[in-house]
């Protein structure tokens, strides 16, 4: 498993469990691990369908609903936010910090956080790719006429920009005159889509280089062996 603290692979870790209350709808219970490695404690709290996990199918009772939204939930109460696969280690500090932020209030206030992960995006264009315009929505627009990123990627970047600006004004959109809330979901969406960018721009580049580097070895080895004498 990993650990929620410090990400590293605990082979041998595993969650122990404590049960808590039933009713009729959930079980409730605990769940702590402690790491072997950073020897951190986490501590979530969870529940699932009581029917899912008590009755054997011959005695499910007829009217139950297999196709019930949700059948299981989790929440971190220590550390105190979602833990996610560890970004890469060469994005500059400037954009972790904010990122994290944008993680640890992702269970507490999704606008918050849909709003740091709107700031990591204008950072990060203005910084990091030096775009500077009047606003995210130009920014935006300049980066998609250079071709830098694929134009389904353009088009995460710009949901990042609509749900963020309304976070953090709360401005009302000017069509409806509605105030656009910020769900769990969508928070936790606008941070997959920053992982997407860092995904792009420091793993794949690498990831093809070190492709590079085998194939052209390997042609080096073939014309080698070629000129080999008989």
């Known amino acids: 498993m990993i650990c929620p603290h410090c990400k590293v692979s605990v082979p041998s870790g595993k969650w122990n ?3 808590i209350a039933t009713d009729a709808s959930w079980n409730y219970l605990i769940q702590h691990f402690h790491c072997v490695e950073c020897h951190k404690l986490s501590i979530k709290f969870c529940g699932h369908i009581p029917q899912l996990v008590r009755f054997p199918s011959t005695y499910i009772p007829s009217n139950f609903n297999y196709n019930v939204e949700k059948k299981f939930f989790e929440e ?3 550390p105190k936010s ?5 970004i890469p280690k060469d994005v500059e500090k400037i954009f972790v ?4 932020s944008a993680v640890k209030l992702l269970s507490i206030d999704a606008n918050a956080s849909a709003a740091y992960s709107r700031k990591v995006l204008q950072h990060y264009i203005e910084r990091k790719l030096e775009i500077k315009k009047s606003d995210l929505k130009q920014e935006i627009k300049t980066l998609k006429e250079l071709n830098r990123y694929p134009s389904d990627l353009i088009d995460m970047f710009d949901n990042i920009r609509h749900y963020g600006v309304f976070a953090v004004h709360a401005k009302t959109d000017k069509i409806t005159g509605e105030i656009i809330e910020v769900d769990y979901d969508e928070a936790e969406s606008l941070l997959d889509i920053l992982e997407e960018l860092f995904e792009y721009d420091y793993v794949r580049p690498a990831r093809i280089k070190e492709r590079n580097k ?7 080895d073939s014309k080698s062996s070629q000129n080999e004498p008989k």
């Open 17 to 19: 469990r404590t049960d």
């Open 76 to 78: 971190y109460l220590l």
């Open 82 to 86: 979602t833990p996610r696969e560890p």
């Open 97 to 100: 910090n904010d990122y994290d």
């Open 214 to 220: 085998k194939l052209q070895k390997k042609l080096k």
